[in-house]
T-cell receptor, first 112, second 113 residues
């Protein structure tokens, strides 16, 4: 039982490049979330999903897209990276109401 | 809307007790979580309060007062390994049971010898 995993762990992009971050969980959780964490800003919700095939916008969705084609995977895409997207990205999942969110180890993204 | 306030930094001495406060203003409430996050790592769950009162779990306790929009995390017998950021997060109610969390900016605790 690996919990929540994220790939890659670290990536450097040039402005305008695209990439996809992969989050996978093996706990059969319905709910999955993508956050970004920046100094002094705390964790901010980008997009989330309440089940396979569903996605919704969070607090800071601009510049990102997501897909949840399989229950265990939640993909975060950057179509045209910008320096403002330099951050640490965390994925999380939860089984049900009142349960804790389990976080992945994070992806550190640097956009030059 | 939601607004969560925590102190930015705190310092305490090994073996002592420290209390980290969290106040929130929300149009609704469905529970409050505390997470611990060591530098460069993911947040890990510490406690969950949905009813008023104190929840004790080993060296860590968490208190909630819904009427006052107030919670605190109490850490006893501090150890050097407790040096970390402590995140307060509120679960607001939504008519779709999204289980979203709103996080405070975190309190960076430094434990000194």
């Amino acid at each position: 039982n690996a919990g929540v995993t994220q790939t890659p762990k670290f990536r450097v992009l040039k402005t305008g490049q695209s990439m996809t971050l992969l989050c996978a969980q093996d706990m059969n959780h319905e709910y999955m979330y993508w956050y970004r964490q920046d100094p002094g800003m705390g964790l901010r919700l980008i997009h989330y999903s309440v089940g396979e095939g569903t996605t919704a916008k969070g607090e800071v969705p601009d510049g990102y897209n997501v897909s949840r084609l399989k229950k265990q995977n939640f993909l975060l895409g950057l179509e045209s990276a910008a320096p403002s997207q330099t951050s640490v990205y965390f994925c999380a999942s939860i089984g049900g109401v009142g349960e804790t969110q389990y976080f992945g180890p994070g992806t550190r993204l640097l956009v030059l | 809307g939601q607004n969560i306030d925590q102190p930015t930094e705190m310092t305490a001495t090994e073996g002592a007790i420290v209390q980290i406060n969290c106040t929130y203003q929300t149009s609704g409430f469905n529970g409050l979580f505390w997470y611990q996050q060591h530098a460069g790592e993911a947040p890990t769950f510490l406690s969950y309060n949905v009813l008023d009162g104190l929840e004790e779990k080993g060296r860590f306790s968490s208190f909630l007062s819904r009427s006052k929009g107030y919670s605190y995390l109490l850490l006893k017998e501090l150890q050097m390994k407790d040096s970390a950021s402590y995140l307060c997060a509120v679960s607001p109610p939504y008519g779709g049971a999204t289980n979203k969390l709103i996080f405070g900016t975190g309190t960076l605790l430094a434990v000194q010898p």
